[in-house]
C-alpha cells in the first residue's frame, strides 16, 4: 500500500508503532488491520447500502479497536503518541498529495469526443504508463482516468480497461524513478542514484508492460469484435466532434509545480524539526504540505467551472480514500512494527524466506516477499526493511547486490497492483470509476483478475530477471 503516486516520504517517516518494540508485539496487534481489509473485501458485496453510508463509521471503529487496547496496555501518552505518529509520519503528507494531485488533474478537461477502440485505449494506457514515472503514478493515473472513462462510455464491457489502467498506470509505469513511486524515491534518499532504477529497471518494466499492453488490446478486441458481431449501435452519451482541445490547461504547470515540491523536500533537508509528542515533523515536509495545500486552492481558484463540470468533479471519491485510509495507517502500525523487528518479531519466519542457510540474498525471494507484503501493507516501510536486511549499503547494493535490490524494488512497485490497497491511486482509479456509474469488481473479485494475469507474470519476471 503506497503512500502516494508521487514519492511523499522521506526516510524516517516508516517507524511502525511510536515507542514500542515490534519484538514485544503479537501478531494478534493485527487483528484491527485485517479487519478492516475484510471490511473493505466483504461489506460492498454483502450489505453494499450500509457500506456505502456507513464506511466511514467502520474505519473509526476499527481505528478504535487498535487505538483503545493499545493505550490501556501502554498508557494514555504512548496512545496519543502513537496516534500522532500515525497522523504526521503517515496519513497527512499521504492525503494532502493525493488531494492535491486529485483537484489539479480534475481540472484538466479533454473536450471532443475520443472513440474507445482498442488502438486508442492501448495508446492511452501506453501514454498514462511512461507519464507514471515522471509525474508519480498518482499524478499520472488521476491525468488519464476521466479521458479514458469518457472515450469507453458508449461501451458495455469497460471493467477490463479499468482493471488494466491500475495494472499498468497506478503502479507498472512508475518503476523507472524515484519520482514514479514512494520506495524508489526512499531508495534515492538512501543513497541509490537516480538513474539507477532507469538502467536496472528499464527491461523488467519493458518486458511488463509490453506484455500487458498485448494482453490488453487482445482482449479489449474481442469485446470490441463481440459487440459489433451482435449488432450493438454505438449510443454515445459524449456528443460528437471533430475538433478536440484541452481545458483546464494552466493546471499542467500546477502538476508540475507539485512534482518538484515532493523533490525538493527529499533533497532540500535544512535540519530543522519540530517535536510532536516524540514524532518529529521536519521543516521541508511541513513546507511541502503547506503548499501543497496553496496549490489546490490554486487550482480551485484559476480552473474555469465549465472544466470540472466536464470531468463530473466531485470530492466524493477524496472523501471515501480520506477516511478509509485514516483508519488503514492507524492499524497497520503493529505490523509495520513486527517486520521492523526481524527476526526478533512474530514474522521473523517470514524474514528468513529471503536468505539461504549461509545467509546470502535469494534475490527470486526478495521480489516475491517484497511485492507480496507490499500487496498489504504500506510498500515504502516494507521496502526499507528488505533494504536494509540485505545490508543497507547503497554502493554495494548498486554493484554486487545490484540483483538483490532490483528484486526488492520491483516487487515494491510491480505488486502493488495485486489488491485495491496496494497503492493509493488503485482505489482512487476505482473509487472515480465507480463514481461515473461503472460496477467494479470487489476487493477478492479485483484479486482473481489480478492472480489470474499478474502472479503469472510475476513469475516469467522471476526466471528472467531475478535468478
Given at each position: 500500500?503506497?503512500?502516494?503516486?508521487?514519492?511523499?516520504?522521506t526516510?524516517d517517516?516508516?517507524?511502525?508503532?511510536?515507542?514500542?518494540?515490534?519484538?514485544?508485539?503479537?501478531?494478534?496487534?493485527?487483528?484491527?488491520?485485517?479487519?478492516?481489509?475484510?471490511s473493505?473485501?466483504?461489506?460492498?458485496?454483502?450489505?453494499?447500502h450500509?457500506?456505502?453510508?456507513?464506511?466511514?463509521?467502520?474505519?473509526?471503529?476499527?481505528?478504535?479497536?487498535?487505538?483503545?487496547?493499545?493505550?490501556?496496555?501502554?498508557?494514555?501518552?504512548?496512545?496519543?503518541?502513537?496516534?500522532?505518529?500515525?497522523?504526521?509520519?503517515?496519513?497527512?503528507?499521504f492525503?494532502?498529495?493525493?488531494?492535491?494531485?486529485?483537484?489539479?488533474?480534475?481540472?484538466?478537461?479533454?473536450?471532443?469526443?475520443?472513440?474507445?477502440s482498442?488502438?486508442?485505449?492501448?495508446?492511452?494506457?501506453?501514454?498514462?504508463?511512461?507519464?507514471?514515472?515522471?509525474?508519480?503514478?498518482?499524478?499520472?493515473?488521476?491525468?488519464?482516468?476521466?479521458?479514458l472513462?469518457?472515450?469507453?462510455?458508449?461501451?458495455?464491457?469497460?471493467?477490463?480497461v479499468?482493471?488494466?489502467?491500475?495494472?499498468?498506470?497506478?503502479?507498472?509505469?512508475?518503476?523507472?524513478?524515484?519520482?514514479?513511486?514512494?520506495?524508489?524515491?526512499?531508495?534515492?534518499?538512501?543513497?541509490?542514484?537516480?538513474?539507477?532504477?532507469?538502467?536496472?529497471?528499464?527491461?523488467?518494466?519493458?518486458?511488463?508492460?509490453?506484455?500487458?499492453?498485448?494482453?490488453?488490446?487482445?482482449?479489449?478486441?474481442?469485446?470490441?469484435?463481440?459487440?459489433?458481431?451482435?449488432?450493438?449501435?454505438?449510443?454515445?452519451?459524449?456528443?460528437?466532434?471533430?475538433?478536440?482541445?484541452?481545458?483546464?490547461?494552466?493546471?499542467?504547470?500546477?502538476?508540475?509545480?507539485?512534482?518538484?515540491?515532493?523533490?525538493?523536500?527529499?533533497?532540500?533537508?535544512?535540519?530543522?524539526?519540530?517535536?510532536?509528542?516524540?514524532?518529529?515533523?521536519?521543516?521541508?515536509?511541513?513546507?511541502?504540505?503547506?503548499?501543497?495545500v496553496?496549490v489546490?486552492?490554486?487550482?480551485?481558484?484559476?480552473?474555469?467551472?465549465?472544466?470540472?463540470?466536464?470531468?463530473?468533479?466531485?470530492?466524493?471519491?477524496?472523501?471515501?480514500v480520506?477516511?478509509?485510509?485514516?483508519?488503514i495507517?492507524?492499524?497497520?502500525?503493529?505490523?509495520?512494527?513486527?517486520?521492523?523487528?526481524?527476526?526478533?518479531?512474530?514474522?521473523?519466519?517470514?524474514?528468513?524466506?529471503?536468505?539461504?542457510?549461509?545467509?546470502?540474498?535469494l534475490?527470486?525471494?526478495?521480489?516475491?516477499?517484497?511485492?507480496?507484503?507490499?500487496?498489504?501493507?504500506?510498500?515504502?516501510?516494507t521496502y526499507?526493511?528488505?533494504?536494509?536486511?540485505?545490508?543497507?549499503?547503497?554502493?554495494?547494493?548498486?554493484?554486487?547486490?545490484?540483483?538483490?535490490?532490483?528484486?526488492?524494488?520491483?516487487?515494491?512497485?510491480?505488486?502493488?497492483?495485486?489488491?485495491?490497497?496496494?497503492?493509493?491511486?488503485?482505489?482512487?482509479?476505482?473509487?472515480?470509476?465507480?463514481?461515473?456509474?461503472?460496477?467494479?469488481p470487489?476487493?477478492?473479485?479485483?484479486?482473481l483478475?489480478?492472480?489470474?494475469?499478474?502472479?503469472?507474470?510475476?513469475?516469467v519476471?522471476?526466471?528472467?530477471?531475478?535468478?
Amino acid at each position: 500500500m503506497a503512500s502516494s503516486g508521487v514519492a511523499g516520504q522521506t526516510a524516517d517517516a516508516s517507524s511502525g508503532t511510536h515507542g514500542v518494540n515490534g519484538a514485544s508485539l503479537s501478531l494478534l496487534s493485527g487483528i484491527p488491520f485485517a479487519g478492516m481489509l475484510l471490511s473493505i473485501a466483504l461489506f460492498p458485496i454483502f450489505a453494499p447500502h450500509f457500506w456505502h453510508r456507513h464506511f466511514g463509521k467502520i474505519s473509526a471503529f476499527w481505528g478504535l479497536a487498535y487505538l483503545v487496547p493499545f493505550t490501556l496496555s501502554h498508557g494514555v501518552g504512548e496512545g496519543a503518541a502513537s496516534l500522532v505518529h500515525a497522523f504526521f509520519s503517515e496519513y497527512l503528507p499521504f492525503i494532502v498529495l493525493l488531494a492535491a494531485l486529485y483537484a489539479v488533474a480534475g481540472g484538466i478537461c479533454v473536450r471532443g469526443n475520443l472513440h474507445g477502440s482498442p488502438a486508442l485505449n492501448t495508446a492511452m494506457l501506453a501514454l498514462g504508463t511512461v507519464l507514471a514515472s515522471v509525474m508519480g503514478t498518482t499524478g499520472a493515473a488521476m491525468l488519464m482516468i476521466r479521458p479514458l472513462l469518457r472515450a469507453n462510455d458508449n461501451r458495455k464491457h469497460r471493467v477490463h480497461v479499468v482493471v488494466f489502467f491500475i495494472f499498468l498506470v497506478a503502479n507498472a509505469g512508475g518503476s523507472l524513478t524515484p519520482l514514479g513511486d514512494p520506495p524508489l524515491f526512499l531508495g534515492f534518499l538512501n543513497g541509490v542514484s537516480f538513474m539507477w532504477t532507469v538502467v536496472h529497471l528499464f527491461w523488467p518494466m519493458m518486458f511488463a508492460c509490453i506484455v500487458l499492453l498485448a494482453l490488453f488490446y487482445a482482449i479489449d478486441s474481442w469485446f470490441f469484435r463481440r459487440r459489433e458481431e451482435v449488432g450493438r449501435p454505438l449510443l454515445d452519451p459524449t456528443p460528437d466532434s471533430n475538433v478536440f482541445w484541452l481545458e483546464g490547461k494552466r493546471n499542467f504547470i500546477l502538476i508540475a509545480v507539485v512534482t518538484g515540491l515532493v523533490l525538493l523536500s527529499g533533497i532540500w533537508r535544512p535540519g530543522v524539526s519540530f517535536d510532536v509528542m516524540g514524532t518529529p515533523v521536519e521543516l521541508q515536509n511541513l513546507v511541502r504540505d503547506g503548499l501543497l495545500v496553496v496549490v489546490t486552492l490554486v487550482s480551485l481558484w484559476i480552473t474555469p467551472k465549465s472544466a470540472r463540470e466536464g470531468n463530473d468533479f466531485n470530492w466524493a471519491p477524496i472523501e471515501e480514500v480520506a477516511k478509509l485510509f485514516a483508519a488503514i495507517f492507524l492499524t497497520i502500525s503493529p505490523v509495520i512494527a513486527i517486520l521492523h523487528a526481524g527476526e526478533h518479531g512474530a514474522l521473523a519466519s517470514v524474514v528468513q524466506l529471503v536468505s539461504d542457510a549461509n545467509g546470502r540474498p535469494l534475490a527470486p525471494m526478495y521480489f516475491w516477499v517484497t511485492g507480496l507484503l507490499s500487496s498489504f501493507l504500506d510498500n515504502a516501510p516494507t521496502y526499507l526493511v528488505f533494504f536494509n536486511l540485505a545490508g543497507g549499503d547503497a554502493q554495494h547494493l548498486m554493484t554486487g547486490g545490484a540483483t538483490t535490490l532490483a528484486a526488492i524494488s520491483a516487487g515494491a512497485v510491480f505488486m502493488g497492483a495485486n489488491t485495491y490497497i496496494g497503492n493509493a491511486p488503485n482505489f482512487m482509479v476505482k473509487a472515480i470509476a465507480e463514481s461515473r456509474g461503472l460496477r467494479m469488481p470487489g476487493f477478492f473479485a479485483y484479486m482473481l483478475w489480478s492472480g489470474a494475469i499478474l502472479l503469472p507474470l510475476f513469475g516469467v519476471m522471476t526466471v528472467v530477471f531475478f535468478r
